[in-house]
């Protein structure tokens, strides 16, 4: 029986490992756990999926001075409990008790506060989870902290370890340079599992090859529901205002959100469309009647059914929201600002801006230009995957493990 460790975090990480999981258990022989981490475990509930947390590690005997140590940082610095205060208490204080014997309470202390929770390394932690757990194999996503830190532990006990990029593999090198710098110490530089999967060929540009055994590109499994319902969609249209064009603005949690909203209000006001704001998981709703009052007369704000908004639209503007990708993977044209984390422009999947004042010619061409819709739709069709990313990184997961790879 070969056995696999699985860890995540919330969002679009847990999003990848459920598709996986799902995978991984029709495999002959193997037998897979889930580590949760913080808010994914919402997530695996209401999927029925198993999973374990810190919380199954904790020994009361050896680390009740973790404990207290996560339980006083926490109260000190109001950290939020909404998870569970033993879990999150557990979850501070194993990170912590690490970085204080390696560098002194003083440089940790400082450092959370410049540099917030992305200090979090508990490689020793995460070894004793392998030393007890003893998997062939450990699978994490992209993400810091604790999955970083299972990698590295991974790969200092000879354990076969892959990850699985969300996005383009671009790097956010000033936040690694930054701890790096702060610590004097090259472990917080980026870090890949041994075998890669990324969501495209495109990605493969930016990653750093010398840190990476192989690399396969498999699409990303997050985005496998998205396109079942685009097969199921090409027979059966969702139902939309034939007589007025409709904008989603899929939105984030910015700073300037309000100005660049304000903007799309106008260009929707001037050219009679309607508009839905589908806002961001981590928003409110209040926040948006707040600041934006009496401008929502013919706006729609929406907290959920993030598919069907996106379905009864003409297009879309983000700035540079994931769910942009699966709004191209339903075949609809996106105008996103330039940035270098999904490269709209570069890929030809969709339009960029780079000044809010370009929105309305864009949301025209977009709209009305016959050589531009025809390109994008020819750039979309090319990006869809052809095969469920799951189904990809499975087949890549049984030869890893009988050592083909």
Same mark, same amino acid.
């Given at each position: 029986?070969?056995?696999?460790?699985?860890?995540?975090?919330?969002?679009?990480?847990?999003?990848?490992?459920?598709?996986?999981?799902?995978?991984?258990?029709?495999?002959?022989?193997? !037998?897979? $756990?889930?580590?949760? &981490?913080?808010? %994914?475990?919402?997530?695996?509930?209401?999927?029925?999926?198993?999973?374990?947390?810190?919380?199954?590690?904790?020994?009361?005997?050896?680390?009740?001075?973790?404990?207290?140590?996560?339980?006083?940082?926490?109260?000190?610095?109001?950290?939020?409990?909404?998870?569970?205060?033993?879990?999150?208490?557990?979850?501070?204080?194993?990170?912590?008790?690490?970085?204080?014997?390696?560098?002194?309470?003083?440089? =940790?202390?400082?450092?959370?506060?410049?540099?917030?929770?992305?200090?979090?390394?508990?490689?020793?932690?995460?070894?004793?989870?392998?030393?007890?757990?003893? @998997?062939?194999?450990?699978?994490?996503? /992209? %993400? @810091?902290r604790y999955e970083r830190a299972a990698l590295i532990a991974a790969k200092r006990m000879g354990i076969k370890n892959l990850s699985v990029e969300d996005l383009f593999g671009v790097k956010d090198e000033a936040v690694s340079s930054e701890m790096a710098n702060y610590f004097k110490d090259e472990i917080y530089e980026d870090i890949y599992g041994n075998y890669l999967c990324v969501i495209s !060929?495109?990605?493969?540009?930016?990653?750093?090859?010398?840190? =990476?055994?192989?690399?396969?590109?498999?699409?990303?499994?997050?985005?496998?529901?998205?396109?079942?319902?685009?097969?199921?969609?090409?027979?059966?249209?969702?139902?939309?205002?034939?007589?007025?064009?409709?904008?989603?603005?899929?939105?984030?949690?910015? *700073?300037?959100?309000?100005?660049?909203?304000?903007?799309?209000?106008?260009?929707?006001? #001037?050219?009679?469309?309607?508009?839905?704001? #589908?806002?961001? *998981?981590?928003?409110?709703?209040?926040?948006?009647?707040? /600041?934006?009052?009496?401008?929502?007369?013919?706006?729609?704000?929406?907290?959920? /059914?993030?598919?069907?908004?996106? &379905?009864?639209?003409?297009?879309?503007?983000?700035?540079?929201?994931?769910?942009?990708?699966?709004?191209?993977?339903?075949?609809?044209?996106?105008?996103?600002?330039?940035? #270098?984390?999904? *490269?709209?422009?570069?890929?030809?999947?969709?339009?960029?801006?780079?000044?809010?004042?370009?929105?309305?010619?864009? =949301?025209?061409?977009?709209?009305?230009?016959? #050589?531009?819709? !025809?390109?994008?739709?020819?750039?979309?069709?090319?990006?869809?995957?052809?095969?469920?990313?799951?189904?990809?990184?499975?087949?890549? $997961?049984?030869?890893?493990?009988?050592?083909?790879?």
């Open positions: 029986m070969k056995k696999i460790l699985m860890l995540c975090y919330g969002g679009g990480h847990v999003q990848i490992i459920k598709e996986l999981y799902k995978k991984v258990l029709d495999m002959k022989g193997v !037998e897979v $756990i889930i580590l949760s &981490l913080t808010t %994914s475990s919402k997530i695996l509930k209401e999927e029925k999926i198993p999973f374990k947390t810190i919380l199954n590690y904790y020994d009361e005997d050896t680390d009740k001075e973790i404990y207290k140590l996560g339980e006083k940082f926490c109260i000190k610095n109001n950290i939020d409990t909404s998870i569970g205060k033993d879990e999150t208490y557990l979850y501070h204080g194993y990170a912590l008790y690490e970085l204080i014997e390696k560098y002194s309470e003083k440089v =940790v202390e400082e450092g959370f506060q410049k540099l917030g929770r992305k200090i979090f390394l508990p490689i020793l932690f995460m070894e004793k989870i392998l030393k007890k757990e003893k @998997p062939d194999m450990v699978i994490t996503t /992209n %993400s @810091p !060929e495109e990605s493969k540009k930016n990653l750093e090859k010398n840190k =990476v055994k192989k690399v396969f590109a498999t699409g990303n499994p997050s985005f496998d529901k998205t396109l079942r319902l685009f097969l199921e969609q090409k027979h059966n249209q969702m139902e939309k205002d034939m007589q007025r064009k409709t904008i989603c603005f899929l939105s984030q949690n910015y *700073p300037y959100k309000f100005m660049l909203l304000n903007k799309i209000i106008e260009i929707s006001k #001037k050219k009679k469309y309607k508009l839905i704001i #589908k806002i961001h *998981p981590n928003e409110k709703k209040e926040d948006y009647f707040n /600041n934006l009052g009496n401008e929502l007369t013919e706006v729609s704000i929406e907290d959920s /059914n993030l598919y069907e908004n996106i &379905l009864k639209s003409d297009i879309v503007i983000t700035v540079d929201s994931t769910s942009s990708l699966e709004a191209i993977i339903l075949d609809k044209p996106v105008i996103g600002r330039k940035n #270098k984390f999904v *490269p709209f422009k570069q890929m030809g999947i969709g339009l960029e801006y780079e000044n809010i004042d370009e929105l309305e010619e864009l =949301v025209d061409k977009a709209l009305y230009d016959k #050589k531009i819709i !025809e390109e994008l739709k020819i750039a979309r069709d090319m990006f869809r995957p052809k095969k469920f990313a799951a189904d990809n990184i499975k087949d890549i $997961i049984q030869r890893i493990l009988e050592n083909e790879l």
